[in-house]
């Protein structure tokens, strides 16, 4: 049966009711049930104002048109029972974009299936056509050094280094938004598209149809939620390593950044600067006068940064009240442990649930925000659970198994809503993982604990661009990889010239790392406590690696308004900052395959050194511009791919049509 009501389509056919209704321009949103009624999620699509669409329903088939998108339901006989019901999309000009699998595909071919698991809880997969050609950008971030999806498997879990963001943009020209937080899995296979939650309430996809990936990337954004303004400290460099372990130390660099006249915007103070996971607040043994830390760091014009983690170690002087209050992540079996880390044992917080939010937000605003500190690091977001056996947890909003991608958005949320009630308004939060919506709690979001490797920086390039097609315009990296770079090896400083080159068009530019050798350090009471990296500043490399990376923090210097106008994009239009060549150039069919150069902006193309010993690159230049090379200053005609050098401290990036040339020199 198909009915009409208001504004939206809705059918019932064995046991399945399917609602199709407007979300915005040229977009869709589909649900389905299995006897039941539809539910009104909202995990991060957000209200539209929606047009009045053109419904047209008869008995076995019926169609809703939104602007450049179409919707048709086709109930087909099926031996000697009614079929369920097919969806086929089509854009403005009659053309397939996709549809739901049918028989060519399957001898039983179901589109959207419930498989009951007990208890009420089902499993869900929904299959569509695959189509010859067709490329897929976007999902957020997977450790690949890959940028078309196709012929890829993605798991939909969140894990140190992995941000499952479910919205993909197809070459076909749609867009699709799995708006499902559940543990899961997508194939983007050759004879089908298959997604999967392990646990689901109701089926629930958004569609949007866009002439250009620019525009689909966009209607997402909107759909989802635009970015703050980036604050202006956000635009310059940020100083990290693992860890500053005192205040005398963090006021020391802080100094040096000062006495050598190099610009910085933001010094971060790591993890374990608090006696115990989950006290939220200083070490006073080690940061004595954290009020006068902060104003001193000020004076100097640098605003400091505290992590934040969301483990809460047994041994916290907040433990035993947030246990008696649910207000942690339950373990279903065995021991209550979520993760082990140093010396403690610890359960999250469950930032599922509007109290813990709360608790934790009072306990934060007391120990940071009134000593000055406003911008947070939200470090262990995913959550980093020590065994990722998403069936052994439970949160406020149900077993992780069906919303614990919706985590790292929750965690971001908490630090946005309490900032914003507390005044402020230049929010930006450093977080190591991210889910829809994250974008418009101000998520700053990192790669995560990545090596210090090549491949490891080849793979940051893909996952920073299709972050950006997934609505996750602030993003970084750790310059240099966080784990196992050794200072004192000549490979390793090669790299690290590379990566930060590179870090100065991404962005955010921060240096971070766990250098080697670590130096060991006790408390007052002869224990050992966490210990920190080598040293990680712009002159721990020597005097040749600090006059190439300080070249290269005075050209973001320079660079400050152009990145300000792309942060002012994202903020009110929702474009990435870091874009695939094919966002600028969709035309152009080679730029739907390069994966190692990018557009920083609409103006300006990077195309970083990735690869070891090596001092000259070819770079694509796109049709109907000229390309200004920037460190010499030599202009190519575009359409063409060229051969260019670049020597250690040389980074292959072009100028538009002789735009930014005050960068040049």
């Known amino acids: 049966m198909i009915n009409i ?13 399917v609602v199709i209704e407007p979300w915005g321009e040229n977009a869709l949103r589909i649900r389905s049930v299995m006897m039941g009624d539809i539910l009104e999620t909202d995990y991060a699509l957000l209200p539209q104002r929606n047009p009045d669409c053109v419904i047209k329903a008869g008995k076995d088939q019926a169609s809703i048109t939104n602007g450049k998108l179409t919707a048709q339901i086709v109930l087909a006989a099926s031996g000697w029972r009614k079929d369920h019901g097919r969806i086929t999309f089509y854009r403005q000009d009659g053309r397939v974009l996709f549809g739901d699998i049918d028989h060519e595909d399957s001898p039983s071919p179901h589109p959207r299936r419930f498989l009951s698991r007990g208890g009420g809880a089902q499993s869900l997969t929904c299959s569509f056509k695959a189509y010859e050609g067709e490329r897929f950008y976007g ?19 969140q894990q ?40 689901a309430r109701q089926c629930d996809y958004w569609v949007v149809a866009g002439d250009t990936p620019a525009e689909i990337q966009q209607a997402y954004v909107r759909a989802t939620g635009l970015p703050p303004m980036m604050p202006e400290y956000g635009l310059g460099f940020w ?14 660099v802080a100094r040096g950044y000062k006495e050598r006249s190099i610009p910085l915007d933001v010094l971060v103070i790591d993890f374990f600067h608090w006696p115990r996971m989950g006290d939220f607040r200083f070490d006073a043994e080690f940061f004595p006068d954290p009020e006068k830390m902060v104003q001193e760091l000020r004076s100097m014009g640098i605003e400091p940064m505290v992590s934040v983690w969301t483990p809460v170690d047994y041994r916290s002087e907040n433990f035993e009240e947030m246990m008696d209050q649910n207000l942690l992540v339950h373990v279903e079996q065995g021991v209550d442990i979520t993760m082990r880390f140093f010396d403690g044992e610890t359960l999250y917080v469950d930032m599922t649930n509007p109290e813990a939010r709360s608790y934790v937000w009072d306990k934060l605003r007391k120990n940071y925000l009134e000593k000055g500190i406003h911008l947070f690091w939200l470090d262990e977001a995913e959550p980093g659970y020590t065994k990722y056996d998403y069936g052994n947890y439970r949160h406020y909003l149900g077993p992780s198994l069906e919303v614990g991608n919706i985590y790292p958005q929750m965690y971001t949320r908490l630090f946005y809503e309490g900032l914003m009630n507390a005044g402020h308004s230049d929010i930006v939060n450093l977080v190591r993982c991210a889910w829809a919506g994250s974008q418009r709690y101000g998520a700053l979001v990192w790669s995560g604990d990545v090596a210090s490797t090549w491949t490891a920086f080849r793979r940051q390039i893909c996952a920073g661009i299709n972050m950006g097609m997934a609505g996750i315009a602030w993003w970084t990296t750790d310059i240099g990889g966080f784990h196992s770079g050794d200072v004192r090896d000549p490979k390793f400083r090669e790299l690290l010239v590379r990566w930060f080159e590179w870090g100065t068009f991404c962005p955010v530019m921060r240096l971070h790392g766990a250098r080697n050798p670590h130096i060991d350090h006790v408390n007052s009471r002869g224990e050992a ?17 600090e006059d190439i990376f300080v070249r290269y923090i005075r050209l973001r210097e320079k660079m400050r308004p152009y990145v300000r106008e792309l942060m002012r994009q994202a903020h009110e239009e929702g474009t ?3 874009r695939p060549m ?7 069919s080679v730029c739907w395959e390069l994966k190692d150069q990018y557009m920083f902006g609409g103006d300006v193309l990077a195309a970083p050194i990735v690869y070891e010993d090596t001092y000259e690159r070819q770079v694509y230049l796109p049709k109907g511009a000229s390309w200004t090379l920037l460190y010499d200053g030599t202009v190519y005609q575009g359409g063409r791919t060229v051969t260019v050098p670049a020597q250690i401290d040389q980074i292959p990036v072009f100028l538009r049509d002789g735009r930014c040339s005050e960068w040049i020199g």
């Open 5 to 17: 009501e208001n504004n939206r389509l809705v059918w019932k056919t064995s046991g399945e009711t």
């Open 529 to 545: 406590i966490l210990n920190e990296g080598a040293p990680n500043e712009v002159w721990s490399y020597g005097p040749e690696l």
């Open 576 to 578: 990435p900052v870091i």
């Open 582 to 588: 094919f966002y600028e150039f969709p035309d152009e």
């Open 239 to 252: 100083q990290s390593k693992a860890r500053y372990w005192n205040q005398e130390q963090v006021l020391e």
């Open 160 to 199: 140190n280094t992995q941000a499952s963001v479910p919205f993909v943009i197809s070459s076909r020209g749609y867009g699709f938004f799995w708006h499902n937080p559940a543990i899961g899995q997508v194939t983007f296979g050759e004879n089908k598209t298959v997604w999967k939650a392990e646990s």
């Open 139 to 157: 999902m957020g971030q997977y450790q690949m050094e890959r940028l078309d999806l196709k012929g890829s498997i993605l798991e939909l879990a």
